[in-house]
Nanobody, 117 residues
Framework: QVRLVESGGGSVLAGGSLRLSCVASGKVFSINNMGWSREAPGKRRELLGTISKDGITNYVGSVEGRFTISRDNAKSTVYLQMNSLQPEDTAVYFC???????????WGQGTQVTVSS
């Protein structure tokens, strides 16, 4: 199994930046793609972007140009660099990891990001 732990959330003013981290443990050899999603109050969980094991990224239009996903396989860690944050970015942010051996993803517990104006 894979365990994911997010960190780096907090409160920031509009226009500010945060970097979230997600550390994987357990059967990290089984991980292929990873991603970041968020869940705002009263809204469905929204996929923000993904990154392959080789570092190829994809983003949804709402965050492209502001958010950057990266990963360090040696540290079993993925990052979400968030710039130009706006109040509508306020949400719980989750990372996930796909497996070569399972048809489902593993998910972290989430970290809260609050952006105020």
């Amino acid at each position: 199994q894979v365990r994911l732990v997010e960190s780096g959330g907090g409160s920031v003013l509009a226009g500010g930046s945060l970097r979230l981290s997600c550390v994987a443990s357990g059967k990290v050899f089984s991980i292929n793609n990873m991603g970041w999603s968020r869940e705002a109050p009263g809204k469905r969980r929204e996929l923000l972007g993904t990154i392959s094991k080789d570092g190829i990224t994809n983003y949804v239009g709402s965050v492209e140009g502001r958010f950057t996903i990266s990963r360090d396989n040696a540290k079993s860690t993925v990052y979400l660099q968030m710039n130009s944050l706006q109040p509508e970015d306020t949400a719980v942010y989750f990372c996930n990891a796909g497996s070569y051996y399972q048809p489902y993803d593993f998910w972290g517990q989430g970290t809260q990001v609050t952006v105020s104006s």
